[in-house]
């Protein structure tokens, strides 16, 4: 079963909105991972946080970290129509090769 | 580096046929997965792999082989389809000590 469940399932923005998507997960976790899907393509990785880590940057992307509550969020600042996409959290637990996947949430920035 | 790649990108089977998802990386990664995703679904893992002649389950392993002779190959054998595998079907891979995941574009199966 999945590990970790995003919220919303669809998010639908104007672009230079900020959209915030959440991830919510069961059990104790090493890392969290962010990826995006385009129409029709594979996964593609974002950023990382682990752990002991509460907040990451990456360019316009903010991933925040809250173990205790079990949830995590991706923030994208002064979004535009390219980051119409798939949005997938997977979280990564000590026992675990391989990372477990979210159901995703559908973005669609409007020009 | 080519990274990871897929064959066929499209195809469609009758009920009961077999045919095997070939997936190759050129990255020397340890790990390989696959993954079927359907819509509303997510990603759910099949099989993966954690090294050359080492496969193990995943979370809808049935109605699947695996092999993994080679660290660069992993193909996904469907013995007999069924309309249920109708789905998109990706491979990734990962190194051992890393995290991030490297998909390839992903194969479209259809059976009918």
């Known amino acids: 079963s999945q590990q970790g469940e995003e919220d919303p399932q669809a998010l639908s923005i104007q672009e230079g909105e900020n959209a915030t998507m959440n991830c919510s997960y069961k059990?104790?976790?090493?890392?969290l991972q962010w990826y995006r899907q385009n129409s029709g393509r594979g996964l593609v990785h974002l950023i990382l946080?682990?752990?002991?880590?509460r907040e990451k940057h990456s360019g316009r992307l903010r991933v925040t970290l809250d173990t205790s509550k079990k949830s995590s969020s991706l923030l994208i600042t002064a979004s535009r129509a390219a980051d119409t996409a798939s949005y997938f959290c997977?979280?990564?637990?000590?026992?675990?090769?391989?990372?477990?996947f979210g159901r995703g949430t559908s973005l669609i920035v409007h020009p | 580096n080519a990274g990871v790649t897929q064959t066929p990108k499209f195809q469609v089977l009758k009920t009961g046929q077999s045919m095997t998802l070939q997936c190759a990386q050129d990255?020397?990664?340890?790990?390989m997965s696959w993954y079927r995703q359907d819509p509303g679904m997510g990603l759910r893992l099949i099989h993966y792999?954690?090294?050359?002649?080492?496969?193990d389950q995943g979370e809808v392993p049935n109605g699947y082989n695996v092999s993994r002779s080679t660290t660069e190959d992993f193909p996904l054998r469907l013995l007999s389809a069924a309309p249920s595998q109708t789905s998109v079907y990706f491979c990734?891979?990962?190194?051992?000590?890393?995290?991030?995941?490297?998909f390839g574009p992903g194969t479209r199966l259809l059976v009918l």
């Open positions: 997977a979280t990564g637990s000590g026992g675990s090769y391989i990372p477990t």
């Open positions: 946080i682990r752990s002991n880590e």
């Open positions: 990255m020397n990664h340890e790990y």
């Open positions: 792999s954690v090294g050359a002649g080492i496969t």
């Open positions: 990734a891979s990962k190194p051992g000590g890393g995290e991030t995941q490297y």
């Open positions: 059990t104790s976790i090493n890392n």
